[in-house]
């Protein structure tokens, strides 16, 4: 049992984590609640499905076109819906719950409400020390852990990772250092939905696909976000794994711990935000400029 | 009265609702329009909390799902009658607003919308874990209805739908020189820290917008549980949440008419979609993002704007096509 908890919130935690940061960027540099970003993460898994099941092509292709294709649809919902009114903060909110709706709808639409898989990556597992892992569990993890570790270089290393980075501090003075602040945002959604597009690439196999699977991970997320820190990449990292491994372990030792799991990750997100009002990694700022 | 087109149209709309059921009481209309009505107040309580005050609340759903609960389990387990059950459900609500209130007052912004996100959702694996006492899936069913008759039920639902919005309008009135609140709400919003630093006790007026939010909310909630006469999960449901964001917002964010308005709009297009039932979501989530791409204030604001123009110097409202104001004679241009 404690090497199932164990393997199972790692995964879950790296799955998390790999959502968690996305939305926790893209609300950092444009400030927005992005409602969509884990429907990105449902059309990543049902490109699996279409690429590789119904159209049969080669894993690598699927991943490839399916990452693509993600990543470019929730560029162009930027462009197209949420750019043109970002000023006015909570219709951002309620356009990107909106789309959310639309997405899942589609998919409803094109694919029926019942549950599909999609075929796994690699068969067979690994043993470590008597405990068998299944290499797409291996494999989660290991794709989580790289594509986090190469956002933290881009981010800290590259001259891209500064101009994100300083319009998330402060879009006003980064565009007057010649930043171009709009490109910004966009490339920013773009590698945000890429990273959901991830995630939904590497547990696909593991999942059963339906349209609605994307509301789960958006509450765990934001929970995870604000645990963290808003905006805190360290914090939304730390804060996947913390609220993995509370509902992994509340599934494995509390009866009827199948409901209660969400519940118990959230009251344990309000209990530490109770301590600790900016989060685990946030700053506690003075009211923010806007 | 034609001096303020806004409020002559509100005037219509409401003495319109009070004479329906003389051209139609087929039940399924009335029954959209009670839905509407208790809808509007749980809006409008949200936009008293959300839009006025800033505390943008995420899990709204709570407070109707709380006095729904409450109210069926004081009706089947106590049987009490409805018309003490539902402000009792409603106070229930209001005490779960200030318990939200607890944590929220700690903190600001989106960390503030997020947590009260958890809420509802806390409280909904509570509702599947003890199915003995809550019903579970199922809800409680067997409440005692309102009346028998259900014109009867449509008048009251208008009646207290009139009155909480009324209040809740007078509540947030920035201008009222009868309460102060709406002022205070309103700097709380633009800036908390500047409202604390001019002697404005603003953790008490948070917890007041928490309460009297609440209590609307609950009201909507006790009444529509013993209206459906079942209280179910779906009651704090976080698509319930979320709609009432989105009549709120679609309406027009802080302004009171505009949740009423985007409820009044968008709850009988939402049943009338019903006729393409495979497309009623797509359609409806379509229909919003639309508008709201060119409205993005709301419908209701962005009608009022075409319709009324503020006076630079008095602030009073005057009709868009009047070149001098009506009170000071400034220029409108």
């Known amino acids: ?290 | 009265m034609l001096a303020i087109p806004g409020r002559f149209i509100a005037l219509v709309f409401f003495v319109l609702l009070l004479i329906i059921p003389s051209f139609t009481r087929d039940p399924y209309v009335l029954r959209i329009l009670i839905f509407a009505n208790m809808y509007a107040i749980f809006a409008v309580s949200w936009d008293l909390l959300s839009g006025y005050t800033g505390q943008i609340n995420f899990g709204h759903a709570l407070f109707f799902g709380v006095a729904a609960y409450t109210s069926a389990l004081l009706n089947t387990h106590l049987g009490w009658q409805p018309w003490a059950t539902i402000p009792i459900g409603a106070l229930a609500a209001s005490i779960a607003g200030l318990v939200v209130c607890l944590p929220a007052l700690r903190l600001r912004g989106p960390y503030l919308s997020l947590v009260t996100l958890a809420f509802p959702l806390i409280l909904l694996g509570i509702v599947f874990a003890f199915t003995d006492f809550t019903g579970g899936e199922w809800g409680i069913s067997g409440i005692a209805p309102i009346s028998s008759d259900r014109t009867v039920i449509y008048f009251i639902s208008v009646l207290i739908m009139l009155v909480s919005v009324f209040v809740m309008w007078k509540l947030t009135d920035a201008r009222s020189s009868l309460v102060r609140t709406g002022i205070i709400f309103h700097a709380i919003r633009e800036d908390e820290i500047a409202a604390r630093a001019s002697g404005i006790n603003t953790v008490r007026y948070k917890m007041l917008a928490f309460a009297v939010g609440g209590f609307f909310a609950g009201i909507a909630g006790a009444f529509l549980a013993h209206f459906m006469r079942i209280a179910g999960p779906s009651n704090l449901d976080l698509f319930l949440s979320f709609q009432v964001i989105i009549w709120t917002v679609f309406g027009g964010i802080a302004s009171i008419y505009g949740p009423v308005a985007g409820v009044y709009i968008l709850h009988p297009l939402m049943e009338f979609l019903r006729v393409v039932p495979e497309y009623r979501i797509l359609i409806f989530a379509g229909i919003v993002v639309l508008i709201l791409l060119f409205m993005p204030e709301g419908v209701a604001v962005w009608i009022r704007d075409k319709l009324e123009r503020e006076c630079p110097r008095c602030k009073l409202s005057n009709m868009a096509f009047r070149r001098t104001c009506r009170a000071c004679e400034t220029s409108l241009y």
């Open chain 1, 1 to 290: 049992m404690v090497e199932g908890i164990l393997i199972q919130g790692l995964v879950r935690g790296g799955v998390y984590a790999l959502l968690a940061v996305g939305f926790a960027l893209i609300f950092g540099v444009a400030r927005m609640i992005n409602l969509t970003h884990t429907c990105f993460y449902m059309l990543a898994a049902y490109g699996i499905y279409i690429f590789a099941q119904l159209a049969g092509l080669h894993p690598v292709l699927a991943i490839v076109l399916s990452l693509v294709a993600t990543t470019l649809i929730g560029i162009f919902t930027y462009k197209l819906f949420i750019d043109r009114i970002r000023e006015h903060h909570v219709t951002v909110l309620l356009i990107t719950l909106a789309l959310a709706m639309v997405f899942q709808e589609i998919m409803l639409l094109a694919f029926g409400g019942h549950y599909l898989g999609a075929p796994t990556f690699v068969s067979g597992y690994w043993q470590i020390i008597g405990v068998k892992v299944s290499y797409q569990h291996l494999l989660i993890f290991g794709v989580a852990l790289i594509v986090l570790i190469g956002l933290w270089a881009l981010l800290s290393k590259t001259r891209l990772g500064i101009a994100i980075r300083a319009t998330a501090q402060d879009s006003e003075i980064a565009n007057l250092m010649g930043i171009n602040v709009s490109r910004i945002l966009l490339i920013t959604m773009g590698l945000a939905s890429a990273l959901a597009a991830i995630g939904g690439i590497v547990v696909a196999p593991t999942l059963v696909l339906e349209p609605r699977m994307w509301t789960h991970p958006l509450i765990m997320i934001m929970a995870i976000v604000v645990l963290g820190g808003l905006g805190s990449v360290k914090g939304s990292f730390i804060g996947a794994f913390i609220l993995a491994f509370v509902e992994v372990l509340v599934v494995y030792l509390v009866p009827e711990g199948a409901f209660l799991k969400g519940a118990i990750a959230l009251l344990v997100m309000v209990i530490i935000l109770l301590v600790r009002p900016e989060g685990l990694f946030g700053v506690a700022f003075e009211e923010e400029r806007l």
